[in-house]
């Protein structure tokens, strides 16, 4: 994996809206956090913009996009927000400039289409709190966010759920929305889970639904595949008129019967104030005690 050169004093990043149109004010909060830490910040020329949902037509969001790409002096690309969007350019965008000049692209969500991307072009990303959210995160979720981009690494630590599943694993980092992730299986931007640690978040999504994801990763083989699970929030989750009565605990294990390997939940990722930067791609070793877990990339 190509990792994207650390940010330092003076560097140059770029906002973006590539999926649903933002309110400019926090645009404006994200774009003064940044030069707070001594970058010179870009605005993309459509990321105020509002088309229907989008923040732009398709045209305008790929146009700023592949500035973006193509322009080897700016280090980060940090999306405003996801919602939906990032599926329809993806793969109209031409993407060799980011193999030319590596970058960091940052977002979570539906930014986890251009994560997906990125791994598979061999190019390391973050899977962080947006523009969209600063305001409201925990210190951590934005320092972790700052450890990313300027010391490529980072370490979260939290109280073991007494669902969890101890152990350790190593391997890759790669995962995100849970929603996304299952809409690109069997696509060229699926993820590699070989013995790999899958990370996962949702929201508002109901239980049935995400069973029905989990159990079509497992007939895919895929949770046969992975070395460690980390679940992180599921935020907001709904069940029917007729309750099934799951726990998110309780329905995930039961996809892991004959399996044992590190599970951990409660992790500080995904839609929650406490939204703490990971790097997709990036080596990573989880280590789940009865006490807490452990989450060094």
Request: glycine residues 8%; negative net charge.
């Amino acid at each position: 994996m190509i990792r994207p050169a650390l940010l330092q004093s003076g560097d140059t990043i770029i906002l973006l809206s590539p999926a649903k149109s933002i309110e400019a004010t926090h645009i404006d909060f994200a774009r003064y956090f940044f030069e707070n830490k001594g970058l010179n910040v870009l605005i993309g020329d459509h990321a105020y913009c509002t088309y229907t949902y989008f923040s732009g037509t398709e045209a305008e969001r790929m146009a700023d996009f592949q500035l973006a790409i193509d322009n080897p002096e700016i280090k980060a690309i940090i999306c405003a927000r996801g919602g939906y969007g990032c599926i329809r350019i993806v793969e109209q965008l031409q993407w060799a400039n980011l193999l030319r000049h590596p970058k960091w692209i940052v977002g979570f969500s539906d930014i986890t289409v251009l994560h997906q991307k990125a791994t598979r072009l061999g190019v390391e990303s973050i899977h962080a709190t947006m523009p969209l959210n600063y305001r409201e995160n925990s210190t951590e979720a934005l320092e972790s966010l700052w450890d990313s981009l300027s010391k490529g690494s980072v370490q979260h630590e939290w109280k073991s759920n007494s669902a969890n599943k101890t152990g350790i694993a190593t391997g890759k980092l790669v995962g995100g929305n849970l929603s996304i992730l299952y809409s690109l299986l069997a696509t060229p931007l699926c993820p590699d889970f070989e013995n790999n640690i899958l990370f996962i978040e949702d929201v508002g999504e109901q239980f049935y639904h995400l069973d029905r994801m989990l159990q079509t990763f497992k007939l895919a083989g895929i949770l046969d595949r992975i070395s460690g699970l980390v679940v992180g929030g599921m935020s907001d989750m709904k069940d029917t008129a007729a309750p099934t009565g799951w726990t998110i605990e309780e329905l995930v294990l039961t996809h892991f019967n004959y399996r044992k390997i590190p599970i951990a939940f409660d992790a500080p990722i995904g839609h929650i104030d406490d939204n703490r930067a990971v790097i997709c791609g990036a080596e990573a070793q989880l280590e789940v005690t009865e006490n807490n877990v452990k989450l060094k990339i």
